[in-house]
């Protein structure tokens, strides 16, 4: 090639590259407005969004992209309990207060207040593979990353040199859990008995008999174990804080045949003081407490032992494949809002509702001579370094009188409904009642219990 050739070669190659960086520029300064970008086809998903979010329901109920739809195409107001009408404005007065359910609906204002950094729109190919491309894995590796700089910075667990596996909620790894620790003892003839201290959460019995099996068998109470044999293979549920009372339990049972499961659900600030990091054998936390997104059925266990946490792997393998894309995919962005600041925002306006709440109801209970509540004393915090108040997700309500035998039948007279002590194999002389839901369902309770009192 002459010089001559050369040199137009490369004058040609010089145009080209900078009508490419021209071009490139064109189209981003065409998406990009000042501080904004041009929406493209995200744009319709972004404002059916925000049209629907924009349905008040008059401040007692919520409209969602899945609501059902009527006239209009507009989806129609889904009402709070004791609300009705069309845009959930009429009160329903001979309403029961409900108080059973543990939906943690008091967290939605701060969600609703974060709106912006919380929201996701998600590209109809979104991850659609079943795992992810780093390996053959079913777990997002930064939102593991995100998990682990929140307990670091929460300071209630520790998660160095340790496992992570997700998990459809608490619900799904409390039994993969179970089978993981009781195929420990597949070696021997031995069924695993699997126990927790009364009053214990009903679905470790309820799940461990639903998922009947050879190798383990729900036995009750685990004081009642205290004096096995040293070769019984045993499983204990730990509860910390304990659901129905709040209180911080314990493993009861030693020695190298006793295995524990400690479920962490409420240990965060919102629900307890955290005087110091848990480091136990098997963790499991959910973000339905945390975060207060109950529907997206997330959760996660930190775990010791390598060969626990292989079993439970193939459990949740089988089982499920994994948690979703999109479920993981939500965790990831809740987590980002939550640490944007340590977590102060969301803690502080958890605790601040919670005591509150926990304050004024106790505040009525204290007038009667029929009902009292479980005691719960302050307790030095290390996440808000001082002695924090108690603010349990739920109170658990005796009935004092001798011919108040079932107390969950006295509250359901009076218009409030709670779940039956029994079912946490109490005495039938004690109720749960729920703190964690809306607004107006704590504030109706507040109503039902003040006129119940005022009787006495």
């Known amino acids: 090639?002459?010089?001559?050739?050369?040199?137009?070669?490369?004058?040609?190659?010089?145009?080209l590259v900078s009508a490419s960086i021209?071009?490139?520029?064109?189209?981003?300064?065409?998406?990009?407005?000042?501080?904004?970008?041009?929406?493209?086809?995200?744009?319709?998903?972004?404002?059916?969004?925000?049209a629907v979010a924009a349905i008040s329901c008059s401040g007692h109920g919520r409209a969602y992209?899945?609501?059902?739809?009527?006239?209009?195409?507009?989806?129609v107001c889904e009402c709070n309990s004791c609300f009705s009408g069309p845009d959930c404005s009429l009160f329903l007065p001979g309403c029961a207060a409900d108080a059973e359910s543990g939906d943690p609906l008091f967290l939605e204002p701060f969600w609703m207040k974060h709106a912006a950094s919380s929201a996701i729109v998600i590209a109809g190919w979104h991850r659609m593979?079943?795992?992810?491309?780093?390996?053959?894995?079913?777990?997002?590796?930064?939102?593991?990353?995100?998990?682990?700089?929140?307990?670091?910075?929460t300071g209630n667990a520790v998660t160095e040199n340790r496992f992570?596996?997700?998990?459809?909620?608490?619900?799904?790894?409390?039994?993969?859990?179970?089978?993981?620790?009781?195929?420990?003892?597949?070696?021997?003839?031995?069924?695993?008995?699997?126990?927790?201290?009364?009053?214990?959460?009903?679905?470790?019995?309820?799940?461990?008999?639903?998922?009947?099996?050879?190798?383990?068998?729900?036995?009750?109470?685990?004081?009642?174990?205290?004096?096995?044999?040293?070769?019984?293979h045993l499983v204990e549920f730990v509860t910390a804080p304990n659901n129905p009372d709040g209180q911080m339990n314990k493993a009861v049972l030693k020695g190298p045949y006793a295995k524990s499961i400690y479920d962490h659900a409420y240990f965060w600030p919102h629900f307890a003081?955290?005087?110091?990091p848990a480091d136990e054998e098997l963790m499991i936390f959910t973000i339905s407490k945390l975060t207060g997104h109950a529907g997206s059925r997330f959760g996660w266990a930190v775990i010791k032992d390598e060969a626990v946490y292989q079993r439970m792997l193939a459990y949740i393998g089988l089982n499920t494949m994994?948690?979703?894309?999109?479920?993981?995919?939500?965790?990831?962005?809740?987590?980002?809002?939550?640490?944007?600041?340590?977590?102060?925002?969301?803690?502080?306006?958890?605790?601040?509702?919670?005591k509150k709440r926990w304050e004024n109801l106790s505040k009525i209970i204290s007038l009667s001579s029929r009902f009292s509540l479980q005691e719960i004393a302050p307790q030095y915090c290390t996440y808000f370094k001082k002695i924090r108040p108690p603010s349990p997700a739920y109170a658990w309500v005796k009935c004092e009188r001798e011919e108040d035998k079932d107390c969950y039948e006295i509250l359901k007279a009076a218009k409030i409904i709670g779940r039956e002590g029994k079912k946490f194999r109490a005495?039938?002389?004690?109720?749960?009642?729920?703190?964690?839901?809306?607004?107006?369902d704590f504030d109706l309770l507040l109503h039902r219990l003040d006129e119940l009192i005022s009787k006495e």
């Open 65 to 75: 992209l899945d609501s059902q739809v009527f006239y209009g195409n507009q989806p």
């Open 164 to 232: 992570i596996i997700f998990g459809a909620g608490s619900t799904q790894l409390l039994n993969a859990a179970v089978h993981a620790l009781s195929s420990d003892y597949n070696s021997s003839s031995s069924t695993a008995r699997v126990v927790a201290s009364m009053p214990f959460y009903p679905l470790y019995q309820e799940q461990t008999d639903y998922f009947e099996s050879v190798d383990y068998k729900f036995e009750g109470d685990a004081n009642l174990w205290g004096n096995a044999s040293s070769d019984t």
């Open 427 to 440: 005495e039938a002389r004690f109720v749960r009642l729920s703190l964690l839901k809306s607004q107006d």
């Open 22 to 50: 021209i071009l490139n520029l064109y189209f981003i300064v065409n998406l990009y407005e000042g501080s904004e970008w041009n929406l493209s086809w995200s744009s319709k998903a972004a404002r059916e969004a925000e």
């Open 322 to 354: 994994g948690v979703s894309r999109e479920c993981q995919l939500r965790a990831f962005k809740l987590l980002k809002v939550v640490l944007e600041d340590g977590g102060n925002n969301i803690f502080e306006f958890g605790y601040n509702t919670m």
């Open 129 to 153: 593979s079943y795992r992810f491309t780093h390996g053959s894995s079913f777990i997002s590796q930064e939102l593991e990353k995100k998990i682990r700089k929140l307990h670091s910075i």
């Open 1 to 15: 090639m002459t010089a001559a050739a050369k040199i137009q070669s490369f004058k040609c190659i010089i145009f």
């Open 273 to 276: 003081a955290i005087p110091a």
